[in-house]
């Protein structure tokens, strides 16, 4: 079981080989980089084994921090909640590492990249296995760096340099929430270690208490993992590359926060405010960010805000209650995510560059492998029986409605809808029809090469099975047996709140599976069947399609909201000035000349006198003044002593 | 023994000759020995503290350790300002550098 | 020795006299003691360093005096330092000319005070031993720009400078070389720390230190090849070029006292003090010494002398970061190993 | 009188007559010398108090680098010929009245109110507690210290090295 230490080491060692000697192996650097990650992924299939058993491991190696009474350990916890993580991590990093060789093989930082990567296969690997939640912080903020490294890799590009800059500025903000967390646990708990905060917990302490903190920890959620109001980096951040954006800002980083949710579950059951507001956060995010997806012509900004929403469903599941089925969505979403990113990063490569959808099309025959995969990623996306996001996906809604989250339901299911549209509606625009590129790119299409197709394989074959493998039955596969355990107390809790029969669970299947399949079906009208009819459609909604189109415009809204505003009260002040005042004005301005003879005598005589002889005193004064400020530091401490002596005698003989 | 009275007379014998300095030197490095004086006398003031009241045993030192230390940043910076004073007006007699009036 | 001091307090006792005359009067013995011990042993220096570099450049060097081997060359040389005329030039700053080899005299006299030349040995084991040495040898820098400063005299305001630029810097190095000795022991005191060396000498698991602590010692003496405040060749003679006859006497005595000392507390921090087989501790240590005193006039006539810049570089880019990863590495073997 | 006592006079008297030489002397030169006297004087006044570390720690950081970087500072700014130049600026007068005012009034305090403070508990040696106070309770000051230890050696250099030539 200890063997786990060396999950997170293995990457490290290759940071080092690549960051310090990169210069020298350059082209070789894969070999350290993949090996790393693959041996790493190998252990941690060992520990699974071990841990299979419900054995727990919390292991403080070293005592990182004594202050005091203040103590935080480095150390591992490995449970199964932890083990679920470091898998998904893990094999999906390795095959994104696999991916990667080919992907970046003619980029001049190759080294580079994979020293970056593997340092953030480090980094989240001690965000997943830390055993407190400083330690956590530490990974949580190397994900972050790593994000932003990997966001700008292409530094030269101006809009990847911002792209990574945004992603680091918004996610301060999340940070500091998630900072602020941490500091009333520890002054709460008076300790930052889970074991000790978990075994502190205590509802007698009131659950206001727990709903600050609670609610402190998912604004740090919000950030890392893209919930509204702060998702508006993710979309930017597919300026980096492909795999990246696979990795990072689809299968692991961006679900920290869930992790972080879950791990947090003691907590967050007694803050039953802070849960419906993550799952209200979780629905709206959903259906918000499948919306614009409907409409965008980046091959990767849809996947991007497909990534958004299918975090959003997971805080809808963990929002109620149902810890399990959001890792277990976190799990199957990675992996049919990180296949629809990377097989965009496949499509993009054979154009060239190209990312907008409305030149490709056709693409099946000159890339069968991509196009099949993708159609698996996209069935699974969309939450088809029997792929992987279909049993996922599921259990959340059915969770949430047995909660009696209605609302937040209702979201999902809209989401659900919208996301096998715009799923099929990619899937369409890309891979049928005919080319809509320009000649020269239509004779250089091409399959990938081998490294990169396996890795698609691989996924594919994965992402139509896990959920059927280890989701079935839901709630009670196998997975289920293995990590529910953890949420017991919430589960029993709930189960008698709203015991479901298995009936009503088919029906909820049925009914998401029949609104997923009417969204695929839409998607064939509009894009297989009638390719005129999207064109009309938008014409004749032009608002909703251009706000769509904009992104409900967001970005503009967080930039210029002050500004509207305040010209909004220029405009009003304007009116008043024109329409009031200057009536008035004119009105009296007659009335004035004639008194203003009389008052320029009065003027003239009687106030200047005045002014001037009070400006003449002040002059005066002043002239005399000035000479106090003699620029001699010297004088300056004269007058201070002679202030500290007339407080000395004050404190002395006049305040005893 | 030696009352702790003695040891506060002396401190403020020192800290006033220090100030003394301070006003009336024209030299800028001779105010700042001046001040150092004055450092010392709040020191001997904590030391003497820290012994002679049983309660704040030994914080008194660690102010004065955290006194020093500041003296040591601060007698850096001044001289550096000094050398930049000189450099700039051939002089450092601050009687003379009064360009900041009126 | 607790007895016979107790029998002599009790004399003065008996006669009624306060107890400050003895204590008055056994300091007076213990400070002639040293002083006594500093001019034999650096006379025996003097004559040593001249034989060394003799044979080092092959020559003989001093023959005649004394017989054997010039045995008794430095005694002369003393003497006829003693007897010159006491020249102080007229430009000189004469208060300040008179006071500076004292203040430098002073500084090497007093860090005798924490030398434990045997367990018993020891004029008195302060509490803070080693940091007490360390403070104390800075007075030696206040001395020498007192001496260059008021000679009136360039080279000897150059030398000074160049002196307490060299001596602030290399003081930095050699206080964070020491550091790693004083953690392992957990003591500054000099008794307790070559106590801690029984079983093993401090110059195996810090020999990093070791050396960092004798380059930047050889920097502290201003010997070769750290000799830039009085190079003869630039300089004259430094500092001390207007001094003559007792003055520069006592210069040069502190100079040999302080090259005494600092190979002395090598001697305590590194090699294992006054232990050793056989032979009675004091002699131990004393031998112990001498090998280093050996070592450094072996350095001065092998090596040339560095540049300004050079040393600076050294100091601040070389010693220095040496020194804090020794500390770092120190501090980290002892967490670990609890 | 004690030998303690004696000791305590004999220092203070010593300390005393170095400060006033500090502010007085003519040449600085000599203003800095008293200087290392003085800090030598308040030295044995901490051994005097039991606080050897401070003492050793006065001497390491007063003697061996302020008044270093003091006299190196005083060797590159003034000429050895500028002597018998006016040392005092024009406000002694009122100085030396407000400064006795201010220290009458210490004094008055000091006797009033820590007149009756007897002896002190008997001493232990410190130097290890202080080591540990340092890094625990006072950890956020000690690294607040380093920080600004920091920034003034940063602002020293910026300040003293000459502008560079633009090129």
Redo the contacts between chains.
């Keep these: 079981m200890k063997l786990v230490i060396l999950v997170p080491l293995l990457p490290l060692i290759g940071v080092l080989i690549n960051g310090l000697f990169g210069a020298k192996i350059r082209g070789r650097a894969h070999l350290v980089a993949v090996s790393a990650s693959g041996l790493s992924c190998l252990v941690a299939f060992l520990v699974l084994f071990q841990a299979a058993g419900g054995g727990v491991l919390d292991w403080d190696l070293y005592s990182w921090l004594k202050?005091?009474d203040f103590r935080v350990p480095i150390g591992i916890l490995v449970d199964p909640l932890s083990v679920v993580m470091m898998l998904v991590v893990t094999f999906v990093g390795f095959l994104i590492h696999v991916y990667s060789i080919g992907y970046m093989h003619d980029d001049r930082s190759y080294a580079r990249f994979f020293t970056y990567l593997n340092l953030f296969m480090f980094s989240m690997l001690v965000l997943v296995l830390a055993n407190n939640y400083l330690l956590m912080f530490l990974g949580w903020e190397g994900v972050g760096l790593c994000s932003y490294l990997l966001i700008g890799f292409w530094y030269e590009k101006k809009s990847a340099a911002d792209a990574g800059k945004k992603a680091f500025i918004v996610n301060r903000i999340g940070d500091a929430g998630f900072l602020l967390g941490l500091f009333l646990i520890w002054s709460v708990f008076g300790s930052l270690k889970y074991s000790e905060v978990f075994k502190a917990v205590d509802p007698a302490l009131g659950t206001g208490i727990y709903t600050a903190v609670t609610l402190l920890l998912f604004v740090g959620a919000m950030g890392k993992s893209a919930q509204l109001p702060l998702y508006v980096w993710l979309p930017d951040a597919m300026e980096g590359p492909t795999p990246v954006s696979a990795l990072i800002h689809a299968a692991t980083m961006v679900t920290a926060g869930v992790y972080m949710v879950a791990r947090s579950s003691p907590l967050f059951d007694l803050a039953p405010f802070s849960l419906e507001v993550v799952a209200w956060v979780g629905g709206l995010t959903a259906v918000f960010s499948a919306s614009i997806a409907l409409v965008q012509n980046d091959i990767k900004r849809v996947v991007a805000y497909s990534t958004i929403s299918q975090l959003g469903y997971m805080f809808l599941g963990a929002g109620a209650g149902a810890y399990a089925s959001a890792i277990f969505h976190l799990g199957t979403h990675a992996f049919f995510k990180a296949l629809l990113f990377l097989g965009a990063g496949s499509v993009i490569h054979s154009l060239h560059g190209e990312q907008d959808i409305r030149k490709m099309g056709g693409l099946w025959k000159a890339m069968p492998i991509t196009a099949w995969t993708f159609l698996l990623a996209s069935l699974a996306n969309a939450g088809i029986f029997p792929l992987a996001g279909f049993w996922s996906k599921d259990e959340i809604l059915f969770n949430a409605f047995k909660h009696g989250m209605t609302v937040p339901w209702l979201l999902g299911l809209i989401g659900a809808f919208l996301t096998a549209f715009y799923m099929f509606r990619l899937f369409f625009l890309v891979f049928t029809g005919r080319f809509r590129g320009d000649a020269h790119a239509a004779q250089h299409l091409h399959e990938s090469p081998p490294n990169m197709a396996y890795p698609l394989v691989v996924l594919a074959f994965f992402s139509v099975t896990v959920g059927l493998v280890f989701g079935f039955p839901p709630d009670h596969g196998i997975y289920h047996r293995f990590v529910a355990p953890m949420f017991e107390a919430v589960h029993e809790a709930a189960g008698k709140a709203a015991h479901a029969s298995l009936s009503s669970e088919v029906g909820m299947a049925a009914l998401s599976l029949t609104i997923a399949f009417l969204g695929v079906l839409l998607a064939y009208q509009f894009y297989m069947k009638k390719p005129e009819l999207p064109g009309l459609l938008a014409d004749r909604m032009k608002g909703v399609y251009r706000l769509l189109l904009n992104k409900y415009w967001v970005d503009e809204l967080y930039q210029a909201i002050f500004v509207n505003f305040g010209k909004r009260v220029c405009a009003f002040l304007w009116g008043v000035d024109s329409g009031v005042v200057d009536g008035a004005v004119n009105r009296s301005s007659w009335l004035t000349v004639r008194l203003s003879f009389l008052s320029a005598w009065n003027d003239l005589k009687i106030v200047d006198g005045m002014v001037n002889g009070i400006a003449d005193l002040i002059q005066g004064g002043s002239l005399n003044l000035?000479r106090l400020?003699?620029?001699?530091?010297?004088?300056y401490?004269?007058a201070m002593?002679?202030g500290?002596?007339g407080m000395?005698?004050l404190y002395?003989f006049v305040f005893r | 023994m030696v009352p702790l009275s003695h040891y506060l007379i002396l401190s403020a014998v020192l800290f006033a000759i220090g100030?003394f300095g301070?006003?009336?030197r024209r030299n800028a490095i001779g105010?700042l020995m001046a001040l150092e004086l004055m450092f010392n006398a709040v020191n001997l003031n904590f030391v003497a503290f820290s012994r002679y009241l049983p309660s704040t045993m030994l914080q008194g030192q660690i102010f004065a350790i955290f006194v020093i230390t500041i003296a040591a940043a601060e007698a850096a910076v001044g001289l550096a300002i000094v050398l930049g004073l000189y450099r700039n007006f051939k002089t450092i007699n601050?009687?003379e550098?009064?360009?900041?009036?009126? | 020795m607790e007895k016979s001091m107790e029998r002599f307090y009790a004399a003065f006792a008996a006669l009624g006299v306060p107890s400050i005359v003895p204590q008055l009067i056994l300091m007076l013995v213990v400070a002639s003691l040293v002083i006594l011990f500093i001019s034999v042993s650096v006379m025996f220096m003097i004559w040593w360093e001249r034989k060394i570099s003799a044979h080092i450049q092959v020559r003989y060097g001093p023959m005649r005096v004394g017989g054997w081997h010039g045995w008794a060359q430095s005694i002369a040389d003393g003497i006829k330092l003693l007897i010159k005329e006491d020249v102080i030039p007229a430009g000189a700053d004469k208060l300040v000319f008179a006071l500076a080899p004292m203040v430098v005299f002073a500084a090497a006299l007093a860090a005798y005070v924490i030398i434990p030349f045997g367990p018993n040995l020891i004029v008195r084991d302060l509490n803070i031993g080693v940091l007490f040495y360390i403070s104390i040898s800075s007075l030696t820098v206040v001395g020498i720009i007192m001496a260059g400063w008021s000679s009136n005299n360039k080279y000897s305001v150059l030398g000074a400078l160049r002196s307490a630029a060299q001596a602030v810097s290399y003081e930095v190095p050699l206080v964070v070389s020491i550091l790693g000795v004083i953690m392992t022991v957990g003591s500054l005191s000099m008794i307790q720390i070559v106590e801690a060396q029984q079983r093993i000498w401090f110059v195996i698991p810090q020999f990093v230190g070791f050396l960092i602590y004798l380059t930047a010692a050889l920097a502290e003496c201003n010997r070769l090849p750290f000799d830039i405040p009085e190079a003869e060749s630039e300089l004259v003679a430094g500092f001390h070029v207007e001094y003559s006859g007792m003055r520069f006497a006592i210069f040069f005595l502190a100079e040999y006292a302080n090259m005494f000392t600092v190979a002395a507390i090598a001697t305590t921090l590194f090699l294992g003090g006054w232990h050793g087989p056989l032979l009675p501790p004091w002699l131990w240590f004393l031998i112990k010494t001498y090998f280093i005193i050996f070592v450094m006039m072996w350095l001065r006539w092998t090596l040339a002398r560095l540049r300004v810049d050079q040393l600076m570089n050294l100091g601040w880019k070389v010693l220095l970061p040496l020194a804090f990863l020794n500390m770092g590495i120190t501090g980290l073997v002892l967490v670990l190993l609890g | 009188m004690t030998v303690i006592q004696v000791v305590f006079f004999l220092v203070a008297a010593f300390t005393t007559a170095a400060a006033f030489l500090v502010v007085l002397a003519k040449n600085i030169v000599h203003c800095a010398i008293a200087l290392v006297f003085t800090f030598f004087g308040v030295a044995a006044l901490y051994v005097l108090l039991d606080a050897e570390f401070l003492a050793a720690v006065q001497v390491l950081l007063y003697v061996g680098g302020i008044t270093i970087l003091l006299l190196f500072a005083i060797m590159l700014t003034s000429r050895i010929s500028a002597r018998g130049v006016k040392i005092m600026?024009e406000?002694v007068g009122?100085?030396a009245v407000?400064?006795f005012?201010?220290f009458a009034?210490?004094a008055?305090?000091s006797l009033k109110g820590f007149a009756l403070v007897g002896s002190p508990p008997p001493a232990s040696y410190a130097t290890a507690s202080l080591g540990r106070l340092l890094?625990?309770?006072y950890?956020l000051p000690f690294e607040a210290v380093s920080i600004l230890l920091l920034a003034a050696m940063v602002g020293a250099i910026i300040l003293a090295r000459r502008e560079r030539e633009k090129d």
């Design positions: 202050v005091g000035r400020q003699t620029g001699i530091v010297q004088n401490i004269l002593s002679l500290i002596l000395l005698v002395l | 100030m301070a006003l009336t105010i601050v009687d550098i009064n360009l900041m009036k009126w | 600026n406000q009122v100085s407000v400064v005012a201010i009034l210490m008055i305090a890094l625990t309770t950890v």
